[in-house]
T-cell receptor
Framework: GAVVSQHPSRVICKSGTSVKIECRSL??????MFWYRQFPKQSLMLMAT?????????EQGVEKDKFLINHASLTLSTLTVTSAHPEDSSFYIC??????????FGSGTQLSVL | KNQVEQSPQSLIILEGKNCTLQ??????????LRWYKQDTGRGPVSLTI?????NTKSNGRYTATLDADTKQSSLHITASQLSDSASYIC??????????FGRGTSLIVHP
């Protein structure tokens, strides 16, 4: 199955700074990458769908200028949380989709904004 | 959209005991149904996949069943282990076949 490598696994930053999260598809050409956010004991909430070579599609209520997504190649998609605030503290995780709609997830990034 | 309801919301069992988790779809059809396991602080991992033509499928100590008529699926875990403590999720499908997730069932296995 596909392997998705996500970095960093944990990041602590000051309020107002930007944080970039990378997801790499190591053995699979990921034309589509899903980005989710998960608060403690809550479900995975889809933030956006990134498509290689085109603009990402954001879910309702997700600020595209705050959560910048870039999917410049078939192996790399990035999510940048700009001007992070404490309320952005969450678990961010990416996923790509393989055959039979099987999802392959990264290991997740725990973001803590002080 | 495919909407999913899972029960119970949480479950605590003793190590070695069996348990059954439920997943009910309110909208059909769907091409396949998957169960995912998510350990705390990790990404979900697929446990099993079932298609319309399958009623039951096993993967080690995990056995999934599917009743397409009632739109119900269950995940049975036998001889539970401490490592089974996790959230178990059966995703629905939103627009453009984008997977959507509910809260799942939180399983805690006590020694």
């Amino acid at each position: 199955g596909a392997v998705v490598s996500q970095h960093p696994s944990r990041v602590i930053c000051k309020s107002g700074t930007s944080v970039k999260i990378e997801c790499r598809s190591l053995d699979f050409q990921a034309t589509t990458m899903f980005w989710y956010r998960q608060f403690p004991k809550q479900s995975l909430m889809l933030m956006a769908t990134s498509n290689e070579g085109s603009k990402a599609t954001y879910e309702q209520g997700v600020e595209k200028d705050k959560f910048l997504i870039n999917h410049a190649s078939l192996t790399l998609s990035t999510l940048t949380v700009t001007s992070a605030h404490p309320e952005d503290s969450s678990f961010y995780i990416c996923s790509t989709r393989g055959s039979a709609e099987k999802l392959f997830f990264g290991s997740g990034t725990q973001l803590s904004v002080l | 959209k495919n909407q999913v309801e899972q029960s119970p919301q949480s479950l605590i069992i003793l190590e070695g005991k069996n348990c059954t988790l439920q997943c009910n779809y309110t909208v059909s059809p769907f091409s396949n149904l998957r169960w995912y396991k998510q350990d705390t602080g990790r990404g979900p991992v697929s446990l099993t996949i079932m298609t319309f033509s399958e009623n039951t499928k096993s993967n080690g100590r995990y056995t999934a069943t599917l009743d397409a008529d009632t739109k119900q699926s269950s995940l049975h875990i036998t001889a539970s282990q401490l490592s089974d403590s996790a959230s178990y999720i059966c995703p629905g499908r939103g627009g453009s076949y984008i997977p959507t997730f509910g809260r799942g069932t939180s399983l805690i296995v006590h020694p």
